[in-house]
């Protein structure tokens, strides 16, 4: 969905969408997941260009990274951009970004495209390990059970022999 930025009254304008559903592609070579993202955006016209405040809502279809079984993660996630005008092209000349830049995007042929916005707010709303539970046990290393459903019928590790002469030490009277 693209805004016009000479569209947005003063007072500002509120915003509420139901995105297209987006796609994302995940950086771990995973299928790629669909999901619709529910938005209420609030555009606000400024000397130097557009904020871009509200929060986006959405369920995503991920694979747990423990035990690569699908699962559902609800996301709701704030989030304040600000738009401006691209700068004229400089002598090359090397710029310092502070904390205020790293929310900060430029306006691209003076409209705001929404979906793009809500697109980049899902990514950086994945979790960098994505669990289907904190307490997920994972996949056993040798049989590829998934310890989740039950023990599975592998030995322990084999015991380290530089311990055996404590374990002697344990059986002596």
Do not use: W
Not at 38 to 60: F, K, N, P, W, Y
Not at 62 to 81: G, M, Q, T, W, Y
Not at 84 to 93: D, G, M, N, T, W
Not at 103 to 116: E, H, I, K, V, Y
Request: glycine share 6%; net charge negative; proline share 10%.
């Amino acid at each position: 969905m693209l805004i016009e930025i000479a569209e947005i009254p003063q007072e500002g304008l509120t915003v509420t969408l139901r995105a297209e559903p987006v796609v994302l592609r995940l950086l771990d070579g995973g299928p790629p997941t669909e999901a619709h993202a529910d938005a209420v955006l609030r555009l606000t016209r400024t000397q130097g260009g557009v904020l871009a405040e509200g929060e986006v809502a959405s369920t995503l279809s991920l694979i747990c990274s423990r035990c690569s079984e699908p699962f559902a993660l609800p996301v709701k996630e704030p989030f304040s951009v600000f738009y401006q005008e691209p700068l004229p092209p400089s002598a090359e000349e090397e710029v310092e970004l502070g904390p205020e830049d790293l929310d900060t995007d430029f306006l691209a042929q003076g409209r705001l495209d929404l979906t793009a916005l809500l697109h980049e707010n899902l990514l950086l709303a994945l979790p960098v390990q994505p669990l289907c539970r904190e307490d997920c046990q994972g996949l056993c290393p040798r049989c590829g059970a998934n310890r989740n459903e039950g023990a599975c019928a592998c030995a322990g590790p084999p015991a380290d022999p530089r311990f055996a002469i404590l374990e002697q030490l344990k059986r002596e009277p």
